[in-house]
């Protein structure tokens, strides 16, 4: 998740500045993330190992853009890849996550977004 989180954030980054300098074409954005968790109760319950994620954003059109993106917990790697559609006053944004343990069989790994501005027009 922190991949995804991480490819959205960068995403809105991007069509913020986008919107701001129209002219201008949108340039590839990457994300990376070096995770350490920290437990306060060593003892009892020790904190997980390093994390890894990364994940980039291309735009392909001034609506479209394709993101992918990678995060390595232990022995189960995360691959992403999505895209984001982006219309006047809505966003979609489409994700398929596929990893090590449950391969490309399972449908519970497709997420659907989507994203309403109700205020100021940019």
Known sequence: ???????????????????????????????????????????????????????VDIAISSFLSIQAGARIVGDNPKFTLGTVVALRHIRVSVNSTVDVLTGFNAADLLSVGSVIELGEPR
Do not use: C, K
């Open 1 to 55: 998740m922190g991949a995804v989180a991480a490819l959205v954030l960068v995403s809105v980054i991007v069509a913020d500045i986008a919107a701001a300098q129209d002219a201008l074409p949108r340039l590839p954005a990457a994300a990376f993330d070096v995770i350490l968790p920290v437990s306060f109760d060593p003892e009892a319950t020790p904190a997980d190992g390093l994390v890894l994620a990364g994940g």
